[in-house]
């Protein structure tokens, strides 16, 4: 079955306006709402593909091997992006389906990468902690990245990025900076 992902943008966003009212109650809820907003993101299908792939998961496409899809801008922080700032979102819907669409971005990779680029973010019982901004993590993993140019449509035929980095919004990076260390 075909999804929509706009059906599960206006579920993410009929969601956090019942639930926002609980966001600065405790850590808990916290996690309650930026994992219904992860959930969301995740099911909706895969509505946003960069065109990107990783080197290594060129060669397992190549030899009939398994990948996966990251969600490169990591969606369970851009739902704590939005609640964090939830008066810019709660009355302007069409914003908040902008940054749920680009929460839907993916980059194909093996297993191992999105496991290894899932560790940049920390949260624990030292709070939260992102260890290479977004725009960066692919570089400090030496993930090296293809993109299919020019209406290109098999992976076959994609090739090496001359880009330093794929597009990262800039609300995003601006945003994640108050927890990022170094």
């Not at 895969?46 to 190549?62: C, D, H, R, V």
Request: charged share 30%; glycine share 4%; net charge negative.
């Amino acid at each position: 079955m075909k999804r929509h992902w706009d059906k599960w943008c206006t579920k993410s966003y009929i969601s956090a306006i019942g639930l926002h009212k609980f966001w600065d109650v405790d850590d808990e809820w916290k996690m309650i709402l930026t994992r219904d907003y992860y959930s969301c993101v995740k099911d909706c299908g895969n509505p946003n593909p960069s065109g990107y792939i990783s080197e290594k998961a060129y060669l397992n496409k190549l030899h009939g091997r398994v990948t996966c899809d990251d969600h490169c801008y990591s969606p369970q922080f851009i739902g704590r992006m939005i609640h964090d700032n939830w008066d810019r979102y709660k009355d302007d819907y069409p914003e908040y389906e902008k940054v749920f669409y680009y929460s839907c971005k993916t980059i194909v990779v093996t297993k191992k990468e999105n496991d290894d680029l899932s560790e940049f973010t920390k949260n624990d019982d030292d709070g939260l902690r992102i260890l290479a901004p977004t725009n960066l993590k692919y570089n400090k993993l030496g993930i090296n990245l293809y993109k299919r140019y020019g209406g290109v449509k098999q992976w076959k035929d994609a090739s090496p990025t001359y880009e330093d980095t794929f597009y990262v919004p800039e609300e995003l990076l601006e945003y994640e900076k108050q927890y990022l260390v170094s």
